[in-house]
């Protein structure tokens, strides 16, 4: 089993910066998929950001390409999403997920806010 439990969020003005953290805990990750993800009011959760826990490659929404970053820290079984620039649009519950595969994630955090002010 996979625990991951998000961190970080508030609320920020339009332009400011975030970082989220998602701590891991359980059994290894390694090999596993590790990923951002975000749901606003009245949508669906969409992908923001994807990490294999390798850190082999990145996959990035469009939408928040050249601002957000993920990133793992692998000596505090941590993965970070910096938010630049953020945008009213961003305001959502970000997720933290863990996944055998890209198309497939296991285990899901809780969520944290994040709300941006224009």
């Known amino acids: 089993q996979v625990q991951v439990q998000e961190s970080g969020g508030g609320l920020v003005q339009a332009g400011n910066s975030l970082r989220l953290s998602c701590a891991a805990s359980?059994?290894?990750?390694?090999?596993?998929?590790m990923g951002w993800f975000r749901q606003a009011p009245g949508k669906e959760r969409e992908v923001v950001a994807r990490?294999?826990?390798?850190?082999?490659?990145?996959y990035y929404r469009d939408c928040v390409k050249g601002r957000f970053t993920i990133s793992i820290d692998n000596a505090k079984n941590t993965v970070y999403l910096q938010m630049n620039s953020l945008k009213p649009e961003d305001a959502a519950v970000y997720y933290c997920?863990?996944?055998?595969?890209?198309?497939?994630?296991?285990?899901w955090g809780k969520g944290t806010l994040v709300a941006v002010s224009s």
């Open positions: 990490n294999p826990w390798s850190g082999i490659w990145s």
């Open positions: 997920a863990a996944g055998a595969t890209v198309s497939v994630m296991n285990y």
């Open positions: 359980g059994r290894s990750l390694s090999g596993y998929v």
